[in-house]
């Protein structure tokens, strides 16, 4: 019973805000108390002045008074060792989410808000479901990190999932700079992501189980090709030998004609001779002699060359079919990659890049041990068929297939930096020798207004300007086919733009300087 008396006096004589024991208690007009710290922090937030409990509005602002006799029993209470007491569990503890409206201890937050950008335990949390100001606020689970789930460009709340630049945006940047993007909504994209790995499975399952069938089907024909060639093996080994059978006898017989004939070649009667003779004819019997036809051996070198043949069929079909199948996994899948946030991550994957002279445009010249390029003088350059003989561009020695950074410099009036498969084109003033001009190449285009983005002929202008920042960071994940351009300043690093591809050969960085006194030049990093 005294604890049960305990607990009652408590729960009177707490604040309803802040859930502990009352200080400088004050009575507003609808017979409900408060701290008053806590009753004026609430209507300056609110800007309604209503009972948090009972939502009696009052106008004007009620003025406040201490409430003398309830300040004297919480005194009491206090003198007698009671505290207000709240269950241990309701605190805040270690790794749990604070309440930001509770005054003194912390109580744990059970939701927070993504338009207020602030968490509230329970009693806190009342108001937004209570009062139809706060019927559009959108609630989360509680977290303490409110501002990793609003849009930085915005602060809006980030509800939509970019497939094409596999981040999460707000509506507005839907209707921005990802316009025309394939998207869906935050809670489609966790859906996909959690299905991903069974489909997954189901798709290994599937696969392992027709590239089974495929081996049993090359066995079999292995199978039927191998006894094929046995059976007519034994067939000619039996023909074989019966020809040899059969000329085994011939012989014999020749043999024995030979032998009385020798014997008639002695004797001396002249008619016994004749008639003998008469009865052994000249020429042999119709089907004596042989008749054996030799299979010639090219026969099974046909069965070779067919055999060979068909497997280098088989290897062209299977290459052009691996192909199909890596683009076919690749595109739209959700990859769920680490992509590095500061400067210090990107640095972790950086590398270092050397420009290739044999590939350099004759009026670009190559300094500071091939890592800076600038447009000069026609330089005696060999002959070379990597040579661009057209478009003043370079490649890097380097071919790139991991995850990789780096970092290079402009000025001046501009500069293309990007990256391409070896098979650009080299020579002529044809698209297919541009960076980014092509579907081998990747480019950014930087110049002192703006900067904008280039594959396959399509220029993207982006939204961000330069702001005096004349180095570009790069950040190429070939296996998860991303290629990011970020603006790299003493504030850190600005995502410029990221494609996205299903890449099939290495990639090499290279540049296209096409302005006077505009050189780029590749940083040392880490």
Known sequence: MAEASSALDQNQFSCPICLDLLKDPVTINCGHSYCMSCIKSYWDHAGVYSCPQCRQTFVPRPVLGRNTILAEVVENLKKTGLQAATPADHYAGLGDVECDFCTGRKHKAVKSCLVCLASYCETHLQPHYESPAFKKHKLTDATGH????????????????????????????????????????????????QVRPEVAQ?????????????????????????????????????????????????????????????????????IHLLQRCQGLPVTPEAGFGPRISVSPRCSFENVRKEVSELKD??????????????????????????????????????????????????????????????????????????????????LCRESLTARCYW???????????????????????????????????????????????????????????????????????????TLSFYRVSSDGLTLLYSFTSSFTEPLCPAFRVYYINSPVSLCMLG
């Not at 930085?152 to 094409?164: A, F, R």
């Not at 990747?442 to 207004?449: H, I, M, V």
């Open 146 to 193: 409110l501002q990793d789930k609003v849009c930085s460009h915005h602060d809006k709340p980030l509800e939509i999932y970019c497939h094409t630049d596999q981040q999460c945006i707000c509506l507005l940047c839907m209707m921005d700079e990802h316009r025309g993007h394939d998207t869906v909504s935050a809670a489609a994209g966790r859906t996909e992501i």
């Open 407 to 481: 970092e290079a410099e402009w000025s001046g009036d501009g500069a293309w930096i990007g990256v391409t498969y070896k098979g650009i084109g080299r020579k002529g003033g044809r698209t297919d020798c541009g960076l980014g001009n092509n579907d081998k190449s990747w480019s950014l285009f930087c110049s002192p207004d703006s900067y904008s983005v280039w594959h396959y002929d399509k220029q993207t202008v982006i939204p961000i300007k330069p702001s005096g920042s004349h180095k570009v960071g790069v950040y190429l994940d070939w296996a998860a086919g």
């Open 313 to 394: 069929q088989l290897e062209n079909v299977c290459k052009k079919k691996m192909a199909e199948i890596h683009h076919t996994v690749t595109k739209g899948t959700i990859l769920l990659v680490l992509v590095p946030k500061t400067r210090a991550e990107f640095l972790q994957y950086s590398c270092q890049l050397t420009l290739d002279p044999n590939t350099a445009y004759r009026d670009l010249y190559l300094s500071e041990g091939s890592r800076k390029v600038t447009w000069g003088e026609e330089q005696p350059y060999p002959n070379h068929p990597e040579r661009f003989d057209c478009w003043p561009q370079v």
């Open 202 to 270: 189901s798709t290994v399952e599937d696969s392992e189980r027709i590239f089974t069938e495929m081996i049993h089907s090359i066995e079999r024909r292995r199978s039927e090709v191998t006894k094929l060639i046995r059976d007519q093996e034994k067939a000619a080994v039996s023909q074989a030998e019966g020809d040899m059978e059969r000329l085994k006898q011939e012989i014999d017989e020749l043999k024995r004609r030979h032998s009385e004939l020798e014997q008639l070649s002695h004797t001396e009667d002249h």
